[in-house]
């Protein structure tokens, strides 16, 4: 996961409902700015993640670990870099770090996500990923086309 080359980028300014009273980056606004960004990342490769909800498949975030380095403010903007990888065929696992406009890192995020269908009131593990959702994940982990 290291090559420059294969970071999703998503720009988000910090705005008054993302922070505390003290006017800091609330700890919860990081997970709506990284699902924001694999949201987006999805979109690029071409399936939107409602599509996906529609046809019954569900991505949802099963362990996260976050470390927060320096605070953002009300009205930074905020640089998030992605890269995805997709281990043992069916973990999707999501590395992210959010940097200032100095190049700081503001916090690094390690997201392990799976894919699960809904059907009727179950919702199962997918053990065999279906081909095209699949190849989907790899141009996730491939990174965005230059």
């Given at each position: ?14 705005l ?16 709506n ?63 992210t ?9 503001g ?40």
């Amino acid at each position: 996961m290291s090559s420059i080359n294969n970071h999703w980028k998503l720009i988000k300014t910090v705005l008054p409902q993302h922070t505390d009273h003290a006017g800091v980056m609330w700890h919860g606004s990081y997970l709506n700015f990284l699902e924001e960004g694999r949201i987006d990342a999805l979109d690029k490769v071409g399936l939107s993640y409602s599509k996906l909800s529609r046809n019954g498949f569900e991505i949802p975030v099963i362990s996260i670990q976050m470390k927060y380095r320096k605070s953002f403010i009300h009205g930074e903007k905020v640089l998030l870099t992605s890269q995805f990888k997709l281990e043992n065929k069916i973990r999707l696992i999501c590395k992210t770090l959010f940097f200032k406009s100095n190049g700081d890192i503001g916090a690094e995020a390690a997201i392990e996500l799976v894919v699960v269908r809904k059907t009727n009131d179950s919702i199962k593990l997918v053990r065999e990923l279906p081909v095209q959702i699949k190849n989907i994940l790899l141009m996730l982990e491939e990174g965005p086309k230059v």
